[in-house]
């Protein structure tokens, strides 16, 4: 079996990894991929292979970007400070473990509502201010996972054009 073909499946299940991870925090994310095209482009040493680089590590980087803007700005919009979310975060780890399959969601949601209720100190402003930021969250990580999928897909089509013009 080729090198270039064992390199181009162990990359693209990184890639895929990748694009889950933005879904499930405990995986990477973006970063995974555009570490995984850079990998892909050094094995092939095509030209190809630097211009789908290229082209997918912009798409990664526009969607850790606009994941970044679209959730700061409602959070900076609605005075919710970070260790909120990092609250939510840490709650969500040990929730993964407790709750199988729903546990990093529940345990996500609980961490930043207790955090808003022990800052604010009445409940209906702490549902709304964790409601805010879980769509924040939320709208954030659907961006960055349609940059990761358009990604994947300039790899996907890379691959096709190498692979049938060898």
């Excluded at 900076?76 to 546990?103: C, D, E, Y």
């Excluded at 659907?142 to 990604?151: I, K």
Aim: glycine share 12%; aromatic share 10%.
């Amino acid at each position: 079996m080729d090198a270039q073909i064992i390199w181009t499946v162990v990359c693209g299940l990184a890639i895929l990894v990748g694009v889950v991870g933005i879904v499930v925090p405990v995986l990477p994310g973006s970063i995974l991929i555009i570490i995984s095209l850079l990998t892909w482009a050094i094995v092939l040493g095509s030209p190809l292979g630097w211009t789908v680089f290229g082209i997918a590590a912009v798409f990664a980087a526009a969607g850790m970007a606009s994941s970044a803007v679209l959730t700061g700005r409602v959070m900076k919009q609605r005075s919710i400070p970070g260790r909120s979310v990092v609250s939510g975060l840490v709650l969500g780890v040990v929730g993964f473990f407790v709750i199988p399959v729903v546990g990093l969601l529940v345990g996500f949601v609980v961490g930043l509502f207790l955090s808003e209720y022990a800052r604010q100190r009445e409940f209906k402003p702490a549902i709304s201010s964790s409601a805010a930021a879980l769509k924040a969250t939320g709208l954030g990580m659907l961006a960055e996972f349609a940059f990761a999928a358009l990604a994947a897909g300039t790899w996907s089509v890379g691959v096709l054009i190498h692979f049938f013009n060898r």
